[in-house]
């Protein structure tokens, strides 16, 4: 089992800056990739950004370039930076494990509005 807590959402202008924090705890070594998703109103739940335990990372074509995804495995941390925001980037971000290749895990969410 995987517990995620995430931090860091809340308001910002658009163009401004906000950094997301996913803290993993329990089985955590069989953790094979974490990442972002978000879900805006009316919508489906999207893939944003996610890393391997190697490092290697992949992200939506909508956020290339603005975001970016980190993983401190002393801290069992994944992060997500995410610069030049967009009205557009409103939704709630989740935290996401994959765990042992098969099994999904879900943070509670949090709330990122970007509005002037």
Request: charged residues 15%; aromatic residues 10%; contains cysteine.
């Amino acid at each position: 089992q995987v517990q995620l807590v995430e931090s860091g959402g809340g308001l910002v202008q658009p163009g401004g800056s906000l950094r997301l924090s996913c803290v993993a705890s329990g089985e955590i070594n069989n953790i094979h990739t974490m990442g972002w998703y978000r879900q805006a109103p009316g919508k489906q739940r999207e893939l944003v950004a996610h890393i391997t335990t190697d490092g290697s990372s992949n992200y939506a074509d909508s956020v290339k370039g603005r975001f970016t995804i980190s993983r401190d495995h002393a801290k069992n941390t994944v992060y997500l930076q995410m610069n030049s925001l967009k009205p557009e980037d409103t939704a709630v971000y989740y935290c996401h494990a994959l765990y042992r290749i098969i099994f999904n895990f879900w943070g509670q969410g949090t709330q990122v509005t970007v509005s002037s």
